[in-house]
C-alpha cells in the first residue's frame, strides 16, 4: 500500500512524555481549564459541533508552551475542565491523560501554537454553513453587518485532504500569514486570538456572515456594500475590541450555567 493511500491513525499516544518532569497543574491553568470547558458547552448550545470531531485549545499561561486540547471521544458536551487533555507541541501529554487527543487537532492547532507567538487560543468548526461556504468558489461574501467587520481579514488554505500531515503546516500557516480568520476551502473554519474571548468574537463574525451569505442565497443576490463602508465597518469589527469580547463570551458562559454548570468540575 502506497503512503498517499494507507490509513493513518487519528489517535495520538495517550502515554505521558517520558524523561521529563511532569508538569503540575497551577491555579492559572485550573483558571484556564474552566473558561475553556465553558467555551466548549457554549459551543455544544450554539450547535457548533461535530460528534466527537473539531477542537478548541488554549495556551496555558506560564513559562512552558503547553496547551489544552479536548479528549478525542468525548461530545462538547461531555467536556469538563478535569477532562481537557494538556499537551506540549510534540502532541505529548504533560501528564497521565484518560483520553486520547485527535491528530488532525494536534496538527493544525500545534502548528498555530508553535508558530504564531500571539495565538494563545485556536478554534476550529464544521458548521453547515461555514464548510458550506468553505466550498464555494468565490468564497465569503463581505456584503453583510458581518461579513464588512471580516473585510481584508480572512485568510484561505487550500484543501489537501485530513490534516494529519505534518509537512502541510508550513504551508497552512504561509496562508494565513498574520490574518485571524481563515477559511479551510472544501473544509471548515478557524480562528485564532490572543485570548479565548478574542478568537470567539472572530468566530462569531464569521459564522453570523456565512449563515446570512447562505440564508440570502436562497432568496436573492446580496446589495454591495461601497469600498468606504467596508473599509469603515473592518476597524469597527467587535472582536478588535476586548472589553465587547469579554462581555459577548461572559454572556454565553451565563446561559451554559443556568442550563448545566457540570463543566466546571
Known amino acids: 500500500m502506497s503512503e498517499t ?5 487519528l489517535l495520538m499516544d495517550r502515554a505521558p512524555r517520558l524523561g521529563d518532569r511532569l508538569l503540575p497543574i497551577s491555579e492559572a491553568e485550573r ?21 466527537i470531531f473539531n477542537h478548541i485549545t488554549l495556551r496555558v499561561p506560564g513559562p512552558e508552551t503547553v496547551f489544552l486540547i479536548n479528549p478525542f471521544g468525548l461530545h ?17 501529554p504533560v501528564r497521565p491523560a484518560g483520553h ?17 507567538q500571539a495565538a494563545h487560543c485556536v478554534m476550529h468548526t464544521h458548521t453547515t454553513t461555514g464548510s458550506a461556504v468553505a466550498c464555494l468558489e468565490d468564497g465569503l461574501s463581505h456584503d453583510s453587518f458581518y ?17 494529519v500531515n505534518l509537512e502541510e503546516r508550513a504551508r497552512m500557516l504561509a496562508s494565513i500569514g498574520d490574518r485571524r ?10 480562528s485564532w486570538g490572543e485570548t479565548l474571548e478574542e478568537a470567539f468574537m ?28 467596508l473599509a469603515r465597518t473592518r476597524l469597527q469589527a467587535g472582536a478588535r475590541q476586548p472589553e465587547l469580547c ?7 458562559v451565563r446561559k451554559v450555567d443556568a442550563l448545566d454548570a457540570s463543566y466546571r468540575d
Open 31 to 51: 483558571q484556564a481549564r474552566v473558561r475553556l470547558a465553558a467555551c466548549y458547552r457554549v459551543f455544544d448550545h450554539l450547535g457548533w459541533t461535530e460528534s
Open 246 to 252: 469579554r462581555a459577548v463570551f461572559d454572556a454565553w
Open 147 to 163: 461579513g464588512a467587520q471580516l473585510h481584508g481579514q480572512v485568510a484561505y488554505h487550500d484543501f489537501e485532504g485530513v490534516t
Open 76 to 92: 462538547y458536551s461531555e467536556v469538563t475542565a478535569s477532562n481537557l487533555v494538556a499537551v506540549d507541541l510534540e502532541g505529548r
Open 100 to 116: 486520547p487527543v485527535n491528530l488532525a487537532g494536534f496538527v493544525i492547532h500545534g502548528a498555530i501554537h508553535g508558530h504564531i
Open 5 to 9: 493511500s494507507k490509513p493513518k491513525d
Open 202 to 229: 472572530w468566530l462569531w463574525l464569521l459564522q453570523r456572515a456565512c449563515d446570512i451569505q447562505i440564508a440570502a442565497a436562497s432568496v436573492g443576490r446580496m446589495t454591495r456594500l461601497s469600498a468606504d463602508v
Open 181 to 190: 480568520v481563515v477559511i479551510l476551502r472544501n473544509h471548515g473554519l478557524l
